[in-house]
């Protein structure tokens, strides 16, 4: 019996042998008649595609829009054959700039470059602990490299190997800003005069109104430093339900309002104003816990129906199985260089079909135009998508970066081609150097740190 089984393995390996070296070649074999040269020595597993190894891989530093962007190039043994991911984390991007030229390069060099799973996997645990961010970004750039890679080997876009279109494109919300609500209002009805049907309302940056209104309290103590921000919780709290107000008055109905409380205020305090802005009808409320107050969001279901968004600071995919099956917020915000790339992206966007939970990736100035076209190759291709945060290239960015998503009427395009479809002028990349400095640091009037 074991015999026999054997026989036929051998026979199904000789067979597939000499398939793929030729049609003609194969033919004879069945007909009886071996041929003469030995078949050339091809992994099974790669069905008849001759393996191409990893030559090296190397960080891509710049910054030219001032916010820091790291880009992973993998380079191949097939000349001309490379791949791009983003690996942005631009308040520590040095660090993850030696975590790509060393242990990434390391860890790669001499390895397939088409057993994606298997090398995030390796990857994933190739330093014992992990979870954290640095490394992170380095898997995701990685990882998002090798889709590149894999897409331009079966020259197509990524969107076609993670199943094709669902959709012709990807509607996308606007950043709309002003420091008054008619401001904002304003500001708003460029954006859907411009075609957008989706627009995040924000006054004066993240939970920062009254910074002007005069010099606060710790300031003139002398307390904290130079350029750290200052958050009035009350004025802020008390000013979105006015902003919402005065935008569904001037702007109307057609148009989805979003807004993100960017974790900066007490649990409790989020939860009230959110009750308040039911009326406005939102399209969701972003972020309105840190990561260390995920316990709150029974408490928040509990006491409105207004549509949540989180999940831009998670490091690792378990951290979204628990909220998600739980059904504790509604859009799941994946911050593709961060979370691991394309790979867990998928998995986690998987899981929230089953659970009615909608994907909203993050899609700030600090992700680089690869990782603005992985998000969109992802929006295209998953059914249960909710929407996709924009930003506006500029022209230094594109003189940088060629291939970049395109925005009309509201809608992010793809670059057509096979990959994720955009590439890296590396000289120009080299003119916008990275910085190590990074300010997070904001403020209550009595100079108490807020978690941002
Ligand atoms: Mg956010």
Redesign the pocket.
Known sequence: MENEQQKNKFDRREALKMLSIGSGAGLMGMLGSMPSAKATEIPAYTKGMAPVKIKSVKAIATAPSSSNLIVVKVETTEPGLYGLGCATFTQRAVAVVTAINSYLNDFCVGKDVDNIEDMWHGLYVSSYWRNGPVLNNALSGLDQALWDIKGKRANMPVYQLLGGKVRFAVPCYAHASGNTPEAVAESVQKFMDEGYKYVRIQQGGYGAVGVNQKKPDFKEAGFGGETDAYMDERTYLRSVPKIFKTVRERCGDDVELLH?I?ERVQPMDAINMIKQLEPYRPFFI??PFSPENMEWFKQLRASTSVPI?MG?LFNNINEFKMPMVNQWFDYI?IHISQIGGITPAMKVARLGEWFNVKTAW?G?GDVSPVGHAANAHIDLAVWNFGIQESVRFSEKMQEVFSGCPTMKNGYMYVNEVPGLGVDINEKEAAKYPIGTKSNWQVRKADGTLIRP
């Open positions: 993100d960017h972003e972020d968004a831009e915000r993050h700030p």
